[in-house]
């Protein structure tokens, strides 16, 4: 059987231009980069060069740059570091409720030290507006979080927008890209973003890279305390194979932009319009037009999700849900109740997300299977019984 | 994730429908929570000689009702008060932490089931307690994995 990988936001392969790319720096150069020998310097220099490339797409300066071990640890360091070194001008944090929880589990976490944190109400399409933000200023607020773009149901926020009101309001303003990288083009400076977090394995890089654009003349807290790694704010030996593979992977997202967006909105769009012509009783999550190239995320009525997804899985397909029984926590998707969807219609969600490696063929087989498993799942639900006798 | 035994009961689920002269009919779970199982059960003369569900869950609380439907035909009401929501989950070979508040829904559907039979026929079940109506708000701290959605 064929497998068919649709959950590209939870991580994506590591492509094999990225893999050579990192290979070298296992075995044959596997020097510290900060010591002074030669073979130390290639890697000194790899590293130096993948922070280049990583500055070069975000419209960065290199020592801008700060390499982490992901997504997750550069949200963290965002809103601690800043929360701390600006704390005596403020103590008030201004994110959203449909936050990554690498933001919305730190800002609970800050707002145990002492710390205020307001989150911002979304529309029904999970989007921020750029007033909300600007009516939440207060004059102890000293930083805003925004996400780029959302990883459950793909909204794209008007980030531009927030960045000039961060701006006029001399408030530092970060955001994170996490999800958005490869699928927006960024200028940081143009967009007025102070800090934003990436991950490598969102894009085809390895995983446990990622990196921090921290905005010159910015302060922040240190990290890791320890060695000169990362001009001291965050130290420990670098991730030399990690780090030259995210500079290759970023690069890579970049090239051919427009022609990969062009292929994933068309079969993006395909799929959304096959699962709601095809399956009575769905609609789509999230913004249709303000949405990354490559989510679709839609609730099915009377079903639960993870019931969706063994059958999908029996049948080779990998895709999410947003229902509680795939979060571990039995509640459904803190996103999707964000949006307004009652519990019951959360826990009926479903998210593919495409990549570069998917195929017209992938997406027909999909729309080829869904409607009976859908039926499937419907024919045993007392929900969807009690929906047809009511409307006999 | 699942024992081979659970996706067995997920993907192959036995008695699957409803019963039109059911005996009696037990809802338990709410939406809310995502899932909800419907038990019909035909008894005659004291023995279950049928019994179907209806399930709107994920694929633990699917083959739960399945398991749970299972093994309650050909027993007496009194062997089938005795399916806890523990049997039904070993029976299946287990089920992960998370997903054992499941098997308390098929435990209490059976017993709801039970007790709209007791009730139509006008008689007491010895040691059949009254079904909650929603069996989240049910206080099952003792069960491992208990609980639901907080909201």
Not at chain 1, 33 to 58: F, G, H, W
Request: with cysteine.
């Amino acid at each position: 059987m064929n497998k068919i990988y649709l959950d590209n936001a939870a991580t994506t392969p590591v492509k094999k231009e990225v893999l050579d790319a990192m290979l070298p720096y296992f075995m044959e150069s596997f020097g510290n980069p900060s010591s002074v020998y030669q073979i130390a310097q290639i890697n000194k220099k790899a590293v130096d060069e993948a922070r280049e490339q990583v500055a070069k797409t975000l419209g960065a300066n290199a020592n801008e740059i700060f390499f982490t071990s992901g997504g997750s640890e550069a949200d963290n360091w965002a809103l601690k570091g800043i929360a701390e070194a600006y704390k005596d001008k403020g103590n008030h944090i201004i994110t959203s409720k449909i936050e990554h929880h690498a933001i919305l589990h730190t800002c609970e976490y800050l707002e145990k030290k002492g710390y205020e944190v307001t989150y911002l109400d979304v529309d029904e399409k999970g989007m921020i507006t750029p007033e909300a933000v600007e009516a939440a200023i207060k004059e102890n607020t000293i930083l805003i979080s925004i996400m780029y773009a959302n990883n459950e149901i793909g909204t794209i926020n008007p980030i531009s927008e927030i960045g000039k009101i961060a701006k006029a309001h001399h408030i530092i303003f970060h955001t994170d890209a996490v999800q958005a990288m490869g699928q927006v083009r960024i200028d940081v400076k143009e967009q007025n973003i102070d800090l934003l977090s990436l991950s490598a394995h969102k894009i085809n890089g390895p995983k446990g890279v990622g990196a921090l654009y921290i905005r010159r003349g910015l302060k922040i807290a240190n990290l890791i305390h320890g060695g000169g790694q990362e001009r001291g704010r965050r130290a420990g030996t670098e991730n030399v194979p990690g780090i030259v593979g995210l500079g290759k992977a970023i690069e890579l997202a970049y090239e051919d932009f427009d022609a990969k967006i062009e292929k994933l909105t068309v079969l993006r769009d395909k799929l959304i319009d096959g699962l709601l012509e095809k399956i009575p009783y769905t609609r789509l999550n999230g913004h249709r037009i303000q949405r990354l190239a490559n989510n679709v995320n839609v609730g099915v009525e009377f079903v639960e999700g993870e019931s969706l997804l063994l059958l999908l899985d029996m049948n080779g397909v990998a895709a999410s849900s947003g229902s509680a029984c795939t979060s571990g926590s039995l509640d459904p998707s803190h996103v999707l109740l964000a949006l307004g969807i009652p519990h019951e219609k959360a826990h009926g969600s479903i998210r593919f997300t495409l990549g570069g490696m998917n195929t017209e063929e992938e997406i027909d087989f999909v729309l080829e299977k869904m409607p009976s498993i859908v039926e499937r799942m419907r024919s045993m639900s007392p929900l969807y019984e009690d929906f047809l006798n009511k409307n006999k | 994730m699942y024992s081979e035994k659970v996706m067995d009961h997920f993907m192959n689920p036995r008695n699957v429908g409803e019963i039109e002269d059911a005996s009696g009919v037990g809802t338990v779970g709410n939406a809310k929570c995502g899932d909800i199982m419907k038990v019909y059960l035909k008894i005659d003369e004291g023995i279950i000689t049928d019994a179907k569900f209806k399930t709107f869950g994920c694929g633990a609380a699917v083959a739960t009702s399945s398991m749970a439907t299972e093994l309650v035909i050909g027993k007496t009401i009194e062997e089938a008060l005795k399916i806890t929501n523990r049997s039904v989950a070993e029976a299946l070979d287990g089920l992960p932490p998370v997903k054992m508040h499941c098997s308390l829904l098929a435990e209490e559907s059976l017993h709801a089931a039970l007790w709209d039979y007791a009730k139509k026929n006008n008689i007491t079940i010895e040691g059949l307690e009254e079904p909650v109506a929603d069996v989240h708000e049910h206080d099952h701290d003792h069960e491992e994995g208990s609980g639901c959605c907080n909201a």
